[in-house]
């Protein structure tokens, strides 16, 4: 049983495309998160939902927009994919307080 | 603001010799501290907090809020320890965001 998973796990698309990442955790956890993994390595939060209601929302353009229709799903929009797009986008949860996240295998997503 | 630093962007040691990967942080309030591993292309995995005082695959850390610090340390290296090591800080608040270092990639040659 995978406790948090995302699809798709590859995505290659062309610039000015639309495209979605699901991502879905059977831990029961209150807070789920989106993060993007540069080519850099560098790990960066866009977005965190605590059941249902968004509750971080870090500097990111509005192109991407995050949707939770419940607590176990965090789904991740993007508009007008562009080059610099191209990135691993990982999904993660929490059961709050500090017990850390648990994340998703990653969605590599590439913008040709 | 929280912020976390990886002086390191790549250490690459021999196998059976120590390992410390230097973490620093900076936060006003109490932290709680963790460190991540990924190994190649996979899911971030958490290793250890710094709150459950834990040995994890021989690795230790040891939270030093003098030096602001929480270097991760293992006496032996192994081949399989070969990976990418982040620190992260969660702060009070905030919905428990969890920042990241840049990481620090660990090689360890036979």
């Known amino acids: 049983d995978t406790a948090v998973s995302q699809t798709p796990k590859y995505l290659v698309t062309q610039m000015g495309n639309d495209k979605s990442i699901k991502c879905e955790q059977n831990?029961?956890?209150?807070?789920m998160y989106w993060y993007k993994q540069d080519s850099k390595k560098f790990l960066k939060i866009m977005f965190s939902?605590?059941?249902?209601?968004?509750?971080i929302n870090e500097t990111v353009p509005n192109r991407f927009s995050p949707k939770s229709p419940d607590k176990a799903h965090l789904n991740l929009h993007i508009n007008s994919l562009e080059l610099g797009d191209s990135a691993v986008y990982f999904c993660?949860?929490?059961?709050?307080?500090?017990?850390?996240?648990?994340f998703g295998s990653g969605t590599r997503l590439t913008v040709v | 603001a929280q912020r976390v630093t990886q002086p390191e962007k790549l250490l690459s040691v021999f196998k059976g010799a120590p390992v410390e990967l230097k973490c620093n942080y900076s936060?006003?309030?109490?932290?709680?501290l963790f460190w991540y591993v990924q190994y190649s292309r996979q899911r971030l995995q958490l290793l250890l907090r710094?709150?459950s005082r834990e040995s994890i695959k021989g690795f230790t850390a040891d939270l030093n809020k003098g030096e602001t610090s929480f270097h991760l340390k293992k006496p032996f290296a192994q081949e399989e320890d070969s990976a990418m090591y982040y620190c992260?800080?969660?702060?009070?608040?905030?919905?428990?965001?969890?920042?990241f270092g840049t990481g620090t990639q660990l090689k360890v040659e036979l």
């Open positions: 831990l029961g956890h209150d807070t």
């Open positions: 939902y605590n059941n249902k209601e968004l509750i």
């Open positions: 993660a949860s929490s059961p709050g307080g500090n017990y850390g996240y648990t």
């Open positions: 936060y006003s309030g109490s932290p709680e």
């Open positions: 710094h709150i």
């Open positions: 992260a800080l969660s702060g009070t608040g905030g919905g428990n965001k969890l920042t």
